[in-house]
């Protein structure tokens, strides 16, 4: 049977990359450059989601320091230069690299749609060996706009060649601005449980709510027999 789905666009940090312990690591050297104290990652696990620029301002902002659009500016550049630097190994949740290759075998298109920088993005993904698989990538930085705005979501929905009418499509995420990109566009969503939702999974308000990553094609398969 053809799977129900012709193309799945996923969100990356909490959906796919286990990205907070990297966060992490180098918004500590960031802080630790500008004279701030560090910060747990259990803290920046809470601020994760509205991309780089939010996240460097929030960690900032819990040390104090309170910065706007303009003084964020040199300070998000220490952050991303040293992110895009940084040799450790990111961690994929169990099943990602199984379960995109399989849904790749079996002819769906994937794309990438998180507020993460692209080339910080793209330098991940060939790290962990995935970019063959994805078929479109966008991020924070590659359009005027990001999510939880539809048109970030279905720009990635296009590149896959998907009717921009009736999109035969799913987004997976992790948190409200997955949801809302998807409400926007509207295609069902997939929430995983251990991402960084920001509030109880449940209230995000998805169509499935997933622990495990390899039950994702299952999960596909039921919602579109609903
Ligand atoms: O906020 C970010 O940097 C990225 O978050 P996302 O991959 O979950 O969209
Ligand atoms: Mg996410």
Same mark, same amino acid.
């Given at each position: 049977?053809?799977?129900?789905?012709? &193309?799945?666009?996923?969100?990356?940090?909490? #959906?796919?990359?286990?990205?907070? /312990?990297?966060?992490?690591?180098?918004?500590?050297?960031?802080?630790?450059?500008?004279?701030?104290? *560090?910060? #747990?990652?259990?803290?920046?696990?809470?601020?994760?989601?509205?991309? *780089? &620029?939010?996240?460097?301002?929030?960690?900032?902002?819990?040390? =104090?320091?309170?910065?706007?659009?303009? #003084?964020?500016? !040199?300070?998000?550049?220490?952050?991303?230069?040293?992110?895009?630097?940084?040799?450790?190994?990111?961690?994929?949740? /169990?099943?990602? #690299?199984?379960?995109?290759?399989?849904?790749?075998?079996?002819?769906?298109?994937?794309?990438?749609?998180?507020?993460?920088?692209?080339?910080? *993005?793209?330098?991940?993904?060939?790290?962990? =060996?995935?970019?063959?698989?994805?078929?479109?990538?966008?991020?924070?930085?590659?359009? !005027?706009?990001?999510?939880?705005?539809?048109?970030?979501?279905?720009?990635?929905?296009?590149?896959?060649?998907?009717?921009?009418?009736?999109?035969?499509?799913?987004?997976?995420?992790?948190?409200?601005?997955?949801?809302?990109?998807?409400?926007?566009?509207?295609?069902?969503?997939?929430?995983? *449980?251990?991402?960084? /939702?920001?509030? !109880?999974?449940?209230?995000?308000?998805?169509?499935?709510?997933?622990?495990?990553?390899?039950?994702?094609?299952?999960?596909?398969?039921?919602?579109?027999?609903?």
């Amino acid at each position: 049977m053809p799977f129900p789905f012709s &193309a799945l666009v996923f969100d990356l940090d909490g #959906t796919l990359i286990d990205s907070a /312990p990297d966060m992490t690591r180098v918004l500590n050297r960031t802080l630790a450059h500008f004279d701030r104290p *560090s910060l #747990t990652e259990a803290q920046v696990r809470t601020m994760v989601g509205d991309g *780089s &620029a939010m996240l460097v301002r929030q960690a900032f902002a819990a040390t =104090g320091a309170v910065l706007d659009d303009e #003084t964020v500016q !040199p300070i998000l550049r220490h952050y991303l230069d040293r992110y895009f630097e940084d040799e450790e190994a990111s961690a994929l949740y /169990p099943g990602v #690299t199984e379960t995109l290759t399989a849904l790749a075998e079996r002819g769906v298109r994937l794309g990438l749609c998180t507020n993460k920088p692209e080339r910080i *993005s793209r330098k991940l993904l060939d790290a962990l =060996g995935l970019a063959p698989l994805f078929g479109a990538v966008a991020g924070g930085d590659t359009l !005027p706009v990001k999510k939880p705005d539809g048109r970030h979501l279905s720009w990635v929905l296009e590149q896959l060649g998907a009717d921009p009418q009736a999109p035969n499509a799913a987004m997976i995420g992790d948190n409200g601005n997955d949801v809302k990109a998807a409400r926007a566009v509207g295609v069902p969503v997939v929430a995983m *449980s251990y991402g960084y /939702p920001r509030m !109880p999974v449940e209230e995000l308000g998805a169509d499935v709510i997933l622990d495990h990553f390899a039950d994702l094609p299952t999960a596909l398969e039921r919602l579109a027999a609903r």
